[in-house]
C-alpha cells in the first residue's frame, strides 16, 4: 500500500488507519503482537504493537531483550535494523546490525507509547536507503521480527510476520513488497 508523502511518525496510525493488522502469533496459537505497514515516499512507515509484560531493552544485543527487528533487502544483501522501547514504555532508540554490533541509527524516526498495563506501539519512518534500495525499486524483501517477553514467560518469545526461519541470513520466507 502507498500512504501520503513526507511521513512523520505521529502521521503513522493515521496513515495506516484503514489497512488490516497482521497478527504476529506464536506456535502455542496466541497472538503476541500486531503490525502494519505501508510505503511513503522512499520510506517505509510501521506500526508495531507488542504485548511485551516485561519491556527488558539491551542495547549491545538488542535481539536477546524487547526489540522490533526489521529486516529488508533489495536483493541477497540484508539489512538488520533494531527498533528498541524503553523500560518506560515512552522512549524508542534505533540501530543497525554493522558487522555484529548494534550501531545507532540517525535516519530512523519513530515514537514509541504504553498500549494500556501491557505492551507499547512503536510507529515508525524507515528510510529505504538504509537498506541500499534504490529509489526506482519495483520489489524488495521484508521480514520483522517482534521480541519480548509474554504470557509470564521469562524467556524471550519471537514472533514474525512472514515466519522466516532465518531473514538474518535468507531472504527465504520473506515477504516481498511492491511499489
Known amino acids: 500500500a502507498q500512504a501520503a508523502s513526507n511521513a512523520t511518525p505521529e502521521q503513522v496510525p ?3 488507519k484503514d489497512l488490516p493488522r497482521r497478527d504476529m502469533t506464536h506456535t502455542m496459537g496466541f497472538t503476541l ?3 502494519r505497514f505501508a510505503l511513503s515516499d522512499h520510506n517505509l512507515i510501521m506500526q508495531v504493537r507488542s504485548q511485551d509484560e516485561s519491556v527488558k531493552p539491551n542495547p549491545f544485543r538488542p535481539y536477546d531483550g524487547s526489540c522490533v527487528e526489521i529486516f529488508l533487502s533489495p536483493d541477497k544483501k540484508i ?3 533494531y527498533v528498541i522501547p524503553g523500560e518506560d514504555r515512552k522512549s524508542v532508540t534505533f ?3 554493522n558487522s ?3 550501531t545507532p541509527v540517525d535516519a530512523i524516526t519513530g515514537t514509541c507509547e ?3 498495563d501491557v505492551g507499547y506501539e512503536i510507529n515508525v519512518v524507515i528510510p529505504l536507503d538504509l537498506a541500499n ?3 526506482d525499486f519495483t520489489s524488495f524483501f521484508m521480514e520483522t ?12 518469545n519471537t514472533v514474525n510476520i512472514f515466519d522466516a526461519i532465518t531473514p538474518f541470513s535468507s531472504t527465504d520466507g520473506c515477504g516481498v513488497l511492491m511499489k
Open 14 to 16: 493515521k496513515l495506516l
Open 33 to 35: 503482537a500486531q503490525a
Open 79 to 81: 539489512t538488520q535494523l
Open 95 to 97: 540501530k543497525r546490525n
Open 100 to 102: 555484529g554490533d548494534a
Open 114 to 116: 504504553p498500549l494500556g
Open 133 to 135: 534500495i534504490p529509489a
Open 145 to 156: 521480527n517482534v521480541i519480548g517477553f509474554f504470557k509470564g514467560n521469562t524467556a524471550k
